[in-house]
């Protein structure tokens, strides 16, 4: 009885090459692109670093925010928008309204989450470089900046 011929090699003839994957295909964006070919995905520049927007739909929206060391984010809320954080690396101070209207302060670290509805005052501070992935509805242009440490308080400036 003959043995079974598989994908890989045998114990017998070990210079058997095992197929290699394809080739991706070439990119047709040219070399100083700064958005993925074939893609929505887009990189938006920031004072306290860059987020980029991963998928925008008429129903939600992603995106990963990267605050630099000693950054923060405007002090905000949402008339509309309701999101979720969850800190991929780094350390985060995470500043959140309270019903008294003090705000309370939490770190995060990787691996740890909150979510911030409608209407909720907060703000994100970089203890260390930090990663974030944020979930929401799409209204991504939907921000009252309180204080801004970037001049742009009142408006919805990037």
Excluded: N
Aim: glycine letters at 8%; proline letters at 9%.
């Amino acid at each position: 009885m003959m043995p079974e011929s598989g994908p890989g090699p045998s114990s017998s003839d070990a210079s058997t090459e095992r197929a290699k994957p394809a080739k991706p295909a070439e990119s047709t964006a040219p070399p100083d692109s700064t958005e993925p070919p074939d893609s929505t995905e887009r990189r938006v520049v920031k004072p306290w670093g860059h987020e980029l927007i991963w998928v925008q739909t008429d129903r939600f929206a992603g995106k990963v925010l990267v605050i630099e060391a000693g950054k923060r984010l405007s002090l905000q809320l949402h008339e509309h928008k309701d999101e979720a954080i969850r800190v991929i690396s780094g350390r985060l101070r995470l500043y959140l309204g309270k019903p008294d209207g003090t705000l309370g302060t939490m770190e995060l670290g990787p691996g740890e989450s909150r979510r911030i509805p409608v209407g909720m005052v907060h703000r994100f501070e970089a203890i260390e470089r930090c990663e974030l992935i944020e979930v929401s509805t799409p209204e991504l242009d939907d921000v009252i900046r309180l204080e801004d440490d970037y001049g742009r308080q009142g408006t919805t400036a990037p």
